[in-house]
């Protein structure tokens, strides 16, 4: 069982900056895939990044390459999105989420609103 704390959202002006944070507990945190999706007012949930056990593979949505970065510390079981250039389309909620072949694990989400 691995249980999934988002942090970091908050509200930026468009172009700014924000950094995601997702605190995972249990003990099989480093063998799992990790990964960030979000989900905007009346739309469904899709992927944003993705992340592999090790570190060593990600893989972005077209909408936010170039300007996302997924990382990880094993170490601290802790997955981070770096977002830069941000427009007022990524404004959704953003989940984090954990699997080892599916992503079935989910945390509770938190807000990231850009404005223009």
């Known amino acids: 069982q691995v249980q999934l704390v988002e942090s970091g959202g908050g509200l930026v002006q468009a172009g700014g900056s924000l950094r995601l944070s997702c605190a995972a507990s249990g003990r099989t945190f480093s063998s799992y895939t990790m990964g960030w999706f979000r989900q905007a007012p009346g739309k469904e949930r899709e992927f944003v990044a993705g992340?592999?056990?090790?570190?060593?593979?990600?893989n972005y949505a077209n909408s936010v390459k170039g300007r996302f970065t997924i990382s990880r510390d094993n170490t601290n079981n802790t997955v981070y999105l770096q977002m830069n250039s941000l427009k007022p389309e990524d404004t959704a909620v953003y989940y984090c989420?954990?699997?080892?072949?599916?992503?079935?694990?989910w945390g509770q989400g938190t807000q990231v609103t850009v404005s223009s």
């Open positions: 992340i592999s056990w090790s570190g060593g593979r990600t």
């Open positions: 989420s954990s699997g080892q072949t599916t992503y079935d694990y």
